[in-house]
C-alpha cells in the first residue's frame, strides 16, 4: 500500500534525459548520472529505461512537454546540430527539440530546461548549444564534476546553497541622516561573506570580533581577536586567537601550511580545544554542526589607522566544501591574485 509523502519527503522532481547517441562512452556517463541522480531522489525518465521493445517511442517524448517536469540537455559535439535541424526529423534529438522547444518560448525566464556538458570526452572546448537554448546558463562537468553533480542536484531540488536572504528595511526611511548612516555601518550583513570560498579582510576590533562565512548550513560563525595585550602598533606581533564557544562551529584546529600531509585526514584531526591561535602561513580547519567543513588560512595581519589608534585587520582566505565531505586541501583556497 502506497502512502502520500512526508513532509520531510516531498514529491520527487521530474527529470527527462535529452542526449545523442554519440558513442557509447557518452551514452554510458548519460546512463550514469541518471542513476545517480534517482539514487538521490530525483525522478529520472530515460529513453533505455522506459521504452521497452515495442512501446511508442514518440509517446514517451510528448511526455517532455509536462510543464512540471525538467529536462536535462546532455550535450555532445553532434547534438546542437541535430537539434537545431528537427525540421528534417532526422533524430530522437530532432524530435525532442520540436516537443521541448515551444515550451521555452513560451516561458522565457522560466529555467525547466537544463544543458549539461559532460565530462565524457564528446563535447569540445566550446559546445554547439541548440539555437533555442543559446543564453542559457549551463552546468558545466568538464571542471570539478562533483561541484557541477551537486549544483545540478540542488537545482532540481530546489535547495540552493544560499537561499535569498530576507529582505530588511529602508535605512533612510523615518530617520535622520546620522541614524541612516549609522545604521548602514552597523548593519549585521557587513561583517558576513555569504560565498562559498573567496578573500576578506576582519577587523579583529569591529563587531566584537564576530564574523560569518558561508550561508544556511553551510554557515561559519567566526570569533576572532588579536591576542596581544597593550597598544596596537605597526610592526607588531601578527597573530589571530579564534574561539569555538557559543558560535554554532563544533571543531576547530589550527595547522601549519607548511604540513600538507596533515590534511589528508581532516576528521581525524584532534578538534576539542576552546581557543586555537593561528599566525601568518597557518590554516584553522572547522567544522559546523551542519556537518559542513572549511580551511581558513591567515596570510596577514595588517595594522590601520582607527577612532583609537591603529587597529588590527586580519588577512584571510577560506574556502568551504558544500558537500559535506573533508576532503579539503590547500589547492582549494583561492589565491592571492583572485581578488
Known amino acids: 500500500m502506497q502512502t502520500s509523502p512526508t513532509p520531510e519527503q516531498p514529491e520527487p522532481p521530474v527529470a527527462f534525459v535529452s542526449y545523442s547517441w554519440a558513442s557509447d562512452q557518452h551514452v554510458a556517463w548519460v546512463t550514469n548520472l541518471a542513476r545517480r541522480l534517482r539514487a538521490n531522489g530525483v525522478d529520472v525518465h530515460l529513453d533505455r529505461w522506459d521504452v521497452r521493445l515495442g512501446h511508442d517511442l514518440y509517446l514517451f517524448m510528448e511526455r517532455y512537454a509536462d510543464p512540471s517536469a525538467r529536462v536535462l540537455i546532455v550535450l555532445s559535439d553532434d547534438y546542437g546540430p541535430k537539434a537545431d535541424r528537427r525540421a528534417e526529423q532526422s533524430s530522437g534529438v530532432g524530435t525532442e527539440t520540436t516537443i521541448v522547444s515551444p515550451t521555452v518560448y513560451r516561458d522565457l525566464g522560466g529555467n ?6 559532460p565530462d565524457s ?5 566550446h559546445p554547439v548549444v541548440p539555437t533555442y537554448l543559446v543564453g542559457r546558463t549551463w552546468i558545466d562537468f568538464r571542471g570539478d564534476h562533483e561541484a557541477a553533480y551537486e549544483r545540478l542536484l540542488r537545482e532540481l531540488h530546489g535547495a540552493p546553497i544560499e537561499a535569498a536572504p530576507p529582505l530588511g528595511p529602508n535605512p533612510f526611511v523615518g530617520t535622520t541622516e546620522a541614524q541612516a548612516r549609522a545604521a548602514i555601518r552597523n548593519d549585521p550583513a557587513r561583517w ?5 570560498s573567496g578573500l576578506v579582510q576582519v577587523n579583529l576590533n569591529e563587531n566584537s570580533g564576530q564574523f560569518a562565512l558561508g550561508s544556511e548550513e553551510a554557515r561559519f560563525e567566526l570569533q576572532m581577536d588579536y591576542p596581544y595585550g597593550g597598544a596596537v602598533q605597526p610592526g607588531g606581533p601578527k597573530g589571530v586567537r579564534h574561539l569555538k564557544d557559543g558560535i554554532g562551529n563544533i571543531g576547530l584546529v589550527a595547522v601549519a601550511a607548511e604540513r600538507p600531509e596533515t590534511f589528508a585526514d581532516l576528521a581525524a584531526l584532534p578538534m ?3 581557543i586555537e591561535r593561528t599566525a601568518p602561513g597557518d590554516v584553522l ?3 559546523n554542526r551542519g556537518g559542513y567543513w572549511a580551511l581558513l588560512m591567515l596570510d596577514d595581519v595588517i595594522f590601520r589607522p582607527g577612532p583609537n589608534g591603529y587597529e588590527p585587520v586580519a588577512v584571510m582566505r577560506y574556502v568551504i ?3 559535506r565531505t573533508a576532503a579539503l586541501s590547500l589547492d582549494d583556497l583561492p589565491t592571492l591574485a583572485a581578488e
Open 112 to 117: 525547466r530546461v537544463i544543458p549539461v556538458v
Open 285 to 287: 580547519v572547522m567544522m
Open 272 to 274: 576539542s580545544n576552546r
Open 321 to 323: 566544501a558544500t558537500d
Open 192 to 196: 558576513h561573506d555569504g560565498r562559498t
Open 121 to 125: 570526452g564528446t563535447v569540445a572546448d
